[in-house]
């Protein structure tokens, strides 16, 4: 595989997983989109404005293109958390739309530079903190996997809706009555392992 092959792979998985992510609001109210639906807050909305702040310092500040606009969540003295959870003011369209421009930021980057590229990452620990895009390219599909992974349990929980994507869900052939025996013999096995 050439490093060009290599690189466009990368990009791939993280292209699927930005718009996971993205399709995971598709649908639903303004308040569902914000609703904590864990104890720690967890919350589609929020999910997106932490990824997009995220991918915008890796993919931009660590290789001195910094992403332009003013993220406030993360100046000094802001409320900690405040990047995972949208304001009132903050609207779908614009956290969305945020994203997507970082998108377009983040990619501008990754065409520009060889995966061998140099960057440093000012918040990690020194003896890790320069790194090549290839890593960094990791990294941020990680992350994106990650909460992308998370969006879809929040998803579930407010209202049933589950998949990978509108395309493809990926999800076992089953109709509601199937999945809710599923659960319940799920929930049997456990409490049987759990009284043995």
Known sequence: MTPTDEKADLH???TIAREALVWKL??????????PMVPTGTNLLG????VASVEAGYLGETFDRPFQEPLPWYEDGAEPNADMWATAEESREQIVGLYRRVWAHSDATIEALPLDANGHVRWWPADRADVTLHRILVHVIAET???AG?????????DGAVGLREDNDNMAPGDRAWWENYRDRLERVAKEASST
């Open 47 to 50: 999910l997106v404005k932490h």
């Open 150 to 158: 998370h969006a879809d349990i929040v998803r579930e929980l407010i």
């Open 145 to 147: 996997h990650r909460h």
């Open 12 to 14: 791939r998985y993280l």
């Open 26 to 35: 598709e649908g639903l109210s303004e308040y569902d989109v914000r609703r």
